[in-house]
């Protein structure tokens, strides 16, 4: 089965405004878990990874808003480079780059340590993105059909 895209602009419009709203309720997830996730008992692991996740599928979605006519599959890719270029620009240590890194948006953004582990959890995330994608898309509130 293929998507069809959306071309009407009150389509996009709302494929746009429901993933910004996807967006908006993952980032609070993934606040939530980096602020609240060790007070609350969770492991390290989960904390650390969990929130890896969240910011990949924050990326995907972040995308679709801004490009809603490309396919789940493209803006995958375009996620997927982003979340590469960011990781590998952790090796990258300039004093203005690593002074942001040491703010808080810094390391929420950009992070501060890097880790092929972290290339495994952004993969995991922008599944997690297309996921909630297509659910939002089979429930009607994104601008994609299902063909039959």
């Not at 992070?111 to 952004?122: E, P, T």
Request: aromatic letters at 10%; one cysteine or more; proline letters at 4%.
């Amino acid at each position: 089965m293929h998507a069809a895209q959306p071309d009407q602009p009150v389509a996009l419009l709302r494929t746009s405004l429901t993933r910004a709203a996807l967006a908006l309720v993952v980032i609070g997830c993934g606040l939530s878990l980096r602020w609240y996730g060790f007070p609350l008992g969770l492991s390290a692991f989960v904390v650390k990874y969990g929130g890896s996740l969240l910011w990949a599928t924050m990326v995907f979605l972040l995308a679709g808003v801004l490009l809603p006519r490309l396919s789940r599959a493209q803006l995958a890719t375009i996620a997927a480079v982003i979340a590469v270029v960011v990781e590998f620009s952790r090796l990258v240590h300039t004093p203005w780059l690593d002074a942001f890194r040491l703010t808080t948006a810094g390391a929420l953004l950009l992070g501060r340590i890097f880790s092929l582990w972290n290339l495994v959890a952004y993969a995991v995330g922008i599944a997690f993105g297309v996921w909630i994608d297509q659910l939002a898309a089979m429930r009607g509130l994104v601008g994609w059909a299902k063909t039959p």
